[in-house]
C-alpha cells in the first residue's frame, strides 16, 4: 500500500474579498480533503477576515496582522505547516478538483523534492515548463509558476533557509534555484494543477521582476551572460514596463 505524503496550502491575503471566495470554492471542491490550510492574512480591512473565518470547515489555521510583503507572509506560513509538502495559492488562483489527490500521488510515485504540475492561464492557456538551458529559461525551464504548480518538500527550508527578504518579487526563483543547483530532485507531473492568475505582484511589477531575476541568476550563471539577458528581456518587454 503506497503512503501519501501529507499537504499543507498556503495561502497569503490582504485585502482580498473580490478573489478570495472562488479560491475557498475550489478548495472545498476537492476530491482528497485530507489536508491543511493555511492563510496568512496582512491585516486585511476589506472583509477579509470575515470570508476567512467563514470557511473555516476548509481553513484550518490564520492569522491577520501587519506583514512585509508576500515572501514574509509565506515564511509565516511555512512555519506553521505542518505537512510534508506545501502548495502555494495565491487568492487570485482557483485549485483544480482533483489538484491534492494529483500531487499526493505524484510526490509518493518520485519522492521529489519539488513537483510540478501543469498550469492555466484566465484565458485557458496551459503553461508547462520551457526545458532548454537553466541559464537562459531560469526556473521556468523546469518549474511553470510557484502560485499552483509547484509542490514544494517542507524541510528543504531547513537546509536551504527560508524566502529571501532581497527579492521581494522573485524570492521563490531563489530558492528554487538553491534547490536545483544543490542537486534536489525535481519532477514534472503532467496534470493540470489549478488555474494561476497571471496578472498578479510579478505582472504589475514587470521590471522589477526582470531585474530580480537578473540579479538571482548572476548567483549561479556567468555574470556577463546574464546581463545580456536582461537587456533583451527589458527590449522584449519594454511595453509592458
Known sequence: MTDFPSI????????????LPSLIESVRQQSDRDFEW??????SQDGTLELIQSARDVITDYVSEPDFGIFHALNKGIQRATGDYYLV?????????????????????????IISAYIYTEKKEVIKPTGGAIWHHGVQAFT???????LIKRNLHERYGYYSHYYPTAADAEFI??????????????????????????HRHKASIL?????????????????????YRLIKNYRYL
Not at 499543507?8 to 478573489?19: E, F, G, P, R
Not at 500521488?105 to 521529489?112: D, F, M, N, P
Not at 511553470?144 to 509547484?150: F, N
Not at 534536489?184 to 494561476?196: L, P, R, T
Open 177 to 202: 534555484l538553491k534547490i536545483q543547483r544543490g542537486g534536489g530532485k525535481i519532477a514534472i507531473a503532467e496534470f493540470i494543477a489549478g488555474q494561476y492568475n497571471t496578472k498578479g505582484l510579478s
Open 8 to 19: 499543507s496550502l498556503i495561502t497569503a491575503t490582504y485585502n482580498a474579498t473580490d478573489h
Open 38 to 43: 493555511i492563510v496568512i492574512d496582512g491585516a
Open 89 to 113: 495559492v495565491g487568492a487570485d488562483d482557483r485549485l483544480d478538483p482533483l489538484a491534492i489527490a494529483n500531487y499526493k500521488q505524484a510526490a509518493a510515485s518520485s519522492q521529489a523534492d
Open 211 to 231: 531585474f530580480e531575476l537578473f540579479l538571482i541568476q548572476k548567483q549561479f550563471f556567468p555574470k556577463s551572460i546574464q546581463l545580456l539577458l536582461l537587456i
Open 144 to 150: 511553470t509558476a510557484q502560485s499552483v504548480g509547484t
